[in-house]
Nanobody, 121 residues
Framework: QVQLVESGGALVQPGGSLRLSCAAS????????MAWYRQAPGKQRELVAS???????TYADSVKGRFTVSGDNALKTVYLSMNSLKPEDTAVYYC???????????????WGQGTQVTVSS
């Protein structure tokens, strides 16, 4: 199976920066896309940023100009660089992957366990 492990979450002051990492491991034939989602207490999980194998990148309007998503060529490791953090960025950040585990299998969605980002003075 495919495992996603996030790291890098922490407590940071407003205006600070953090870099989250997500590493995919296990049986992987192809990673088609990776994405970062976040979920704040009492709110629905929302898409923060995504990166597709062909290079296309998208961001939520709320993070444009502050967050940058990047990854290696195989998209087995992706990063989310977060600058100018605001208290409203506080949430659990989840990594999501669109993966084909074996050549003959269909693509499936996988999720990491999440990493807590808290922006507070």
């Amino acid at each position: 199976q495919v495992q996603l492990v996030e790291s890098g979450g922490a407590l940071v002051q407003p205006g600070g920066s953090l870099r989250l990492s997500c590493a995919a491991s296990g049986i992987i034939f192809n990673v088609y896309a990776m994405a970062w989602y976040r979920q704040a207490p009492g709110k629905q999980r929302e898409l923060v940023a995504s990166i597709i194998r062909d290079g296309r990148i998208t961001y939520a309007d709320s993070v444009k100009g502050r967050f940058t998503v990047s990854g290696d060529n195989a998209l087995k490791t992706v990063y989310l660089s977060m600058n100018s953090l605001k208290p409203e960025d506080t949430a659990v950040y989840y990594c999501n992957a669109d993966v084909q585990a074996r050549r003959w299998e269909p693509r499936s969605d996988y999720w990491g366990q999440g990493t807590q980002v808290t922006v507070s003075s």
